[in-house]
Each structure stands twice: as C-alpha cells, then as structure tokens.
C-alpha cells in the first residue's frame, strides 16, 4: 500500500494562476480532506469529502475547489492563486466518513504565490 | 465554541529529562475525540493516539503516556527520559459533534530536546 499520495511535493504559482494539488489514497478509505498549514497555527481544514460524489466546505474554503469523482482521488483546485494561498497543504484520509478515526496524512505540497 | 489551546508554543529540556505537554479542550458535546500527532523535521504528520470522551483510562506506550481529565477538559502528554529522536511539533486535536465530527487543531508545541 502506498497510503496517501500527494503531487507535487513543491510547486510556485505567479498571482493570478490555477492549479490542481492532487491527493490519491489505496485504502478505501471513505473520508479524505485538505488541510492548510501556516506557521505558527495548527492545521486547518479547507474542504473535506465524506464519501465519492459528496464533498463540503471546511474552516477556510475560499478560493478553493474540490471534487470527489472516485473513492481514491480528492484533487484541490485553487482557481486564481493569491500570496495568501501561499502554505504547506495535507491531504489525509480515514475509514470511516468522519475525522473520528485516525487520520493518514500525505507528506504534504509546499505551495508558494509570488 | 471548540477550541483547543497548546498553550506551550516551544519546549526545550535536555535529554533523558522527562517532559510533559500540555492540551486543554473545550466542547460543549458529551461525545467526541480526542488526537495527538506528531510532526517531526522532516514535516509529515504521524499518528500517535485517539481517545474518546467515554474512556478515561490514562495510556503508556514504552515513553509515551496520556493523562486524560475530564474534569480539567485536559488531554495531556508526556514523554519519560526524552531523547533527541522525540524532537518535533506535537499538536492535539479534537473531533466533536458541534464541528461536524472534523477536526479541530491545536496551534501545536515545538519540542526541542538538546543532546
């Protein structure tokens, strides 16, 4: 099993840019969702999908879009990147359809917006 | 409102030293979860216990133990004779009803254990 998967693992975006940060996970896991993390916080969830066709938003959604076509696959988009997106983004996932079980982190993208 | 505060920002002992962190919750549901992860220098993020609201039993895994009080609404963890490998932002979560079961973190505490 390769666990969560995130590509890239470094990626720099002008302003005004899109990009997808994709995130894949082999357990068939139900739950998966995005987080941010910036310095000196704890992380915060950006949008989270409880099961494939079925997502929502979390604390901080703006300027991000996501889908969940398949239970393996939880792709974020940031339509027009800004210096604000600019963090390191987890995707996690879990068995069951909410964060009351472990969570498996990806090792993370380190995203910057010049 | 959840909320969960590390109020320990950064934490420096010396080796073998035995340490402790602090996690303080606050929710007003009945049932919920309680998490600690790891994030070492080399930034992954790494599982290191789930509790939940009905369990009360303190845990020890080999140096790791977890003191869960609820009525302190304190979830705290310590790491006996500390060693250089433990260095890294430990960071406490918290899973409950009123978040939609998502989880809410804390802003986590940098440990640093010097040789």
């Known amino acids: 099993n390769a666990g969560v998967t995130q590509t890239p693992k470094f990626q720099v975006l002008k302003t005004g840019q899109s990009m997808t940060l994709q995130c894949a996970q082999d357990?068939?896991?139900?739950?998966m969702s995005w987080y941010r993390q910036d310095p000196g916080m704890g992380l915060r969830l950006i949008h989270y999908?409880?099961?494939?066709?079925?997502?929502d938003q979390g604390e901080v959604p703006n300027g991000y879009n996501v889908s969940r076509s398949t239970t393996e696959d939880f792709p974020l988009r940031l339509l027009s990147a800004a210096p604000s997106q600019t963090s390191v983004y987890f995707c996690?996932?879990?068995?069951?359809?909410?964060?009351?079980?472990?969570?498996?982190f990806g090792p993370g993208t380190r995203l910057t917006v010049l | 409102a959840q909320k969960v505060t590390q109020a320990q920002t950064e934490i420096s002992v010396v080796e073998k030293e035995d340490v402790t962190l602090d996690c303080v919750y606050e929710?007003?549901?009945?049932?919920?979860?309680l998490f600690w992860y790891k994030q070492p220098p080399s930034g992954e993020l790494v599982f290191l216990i789930r509790?939940?609201?009905?369990d009360e039993q303190n845990e020890i895994s080999g140096r790791y133990s977890w003191n869960f009080q609820k009525s302190t609404s304190s979830f705290n963890f310590t790491i006996t004779a500390s060693q250089v490998v433990d260095s890294a932002v430990y960071f406490c979560?918290?899973?409950?009803?009123?978040?939609?079961?998502?989880?809410?973190w804390g802003a986590g505490t940098k440990l640093i254990i010097k040789p």
């Open positions: 996690a996932s879990s068995y069951r359809d909410r964060a009351t079980d472990t969570q498996y």
């Open positions: 509790r939940n609201s009905f």
């Open positions: 929710t007003r549901d009945t049932t919920y979860y």
């Open positions: 999908s409880v099961g494939a066709g079925i997502t």
């Open positions: 357990m068939n896991h139900e739950y």
């Open positions: 979560a918290l899973s409950d009803f009123r978040s939609n079961y998502q989880l809410i």
